[in-house]
């Protein structure tokens, strides 16, 4: 689908962005997510978290501009995950600043349920 765009792309065919989810040398065009190729660690995950994090920088900047101002809202980087294996989990997260790796526990797997359950209430 990309193809039929002259959107900018990466090398690994992801349409090019800044840290402020605009889409390089395009006006008022905003990428989240999978689609996009973002500046940042090599670590930064393609991952819903990271793609939650975009989109809403790219909301943001995107009524900014609307609005006449300048588009200054840009995304943290995160990697936040529980490795779940139905009755136990591992969690594992890294920031710009921590990096953090915590042993399987059936805690962690209670914990990705109910974070799942509140995160998909408000969508319900
Ligand atoms: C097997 C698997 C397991 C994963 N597990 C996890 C996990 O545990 N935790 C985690 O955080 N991430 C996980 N991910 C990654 C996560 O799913 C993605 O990073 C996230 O869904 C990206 O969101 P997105 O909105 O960018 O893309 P998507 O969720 O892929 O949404 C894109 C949407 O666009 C639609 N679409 C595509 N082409 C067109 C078109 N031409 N016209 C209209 N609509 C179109 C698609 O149907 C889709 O609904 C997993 C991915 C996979 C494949």
Known sequence: MFDATSLPRS???FIRADRRARVE?????YVAGDAGSFPGPDWMPKQAHMADLQAETAAKNL???LRGEVPSATFRVELVCIVDSVDTGMLVAR???LNLML???PLFHWAKRAFE????RRYR
Do not use: I
């Not at 040398?25 to 065009?29: K, P």
């Not at 359950?117 to 998909?120: E, G, I, S």
């Open 11 to 13: 090398e690994g065919g």
């Open 25 to 29: 040398g395009v006006n008022r065009v």
């Open 63 to 65: 009524v900014a501009e």
């Open 95 to 97: 920031t710009e600043r």
């Open 103 to 105: 042993p399987a526990s």
């Open 117 to 120: 359950r509140v995160y998909l």
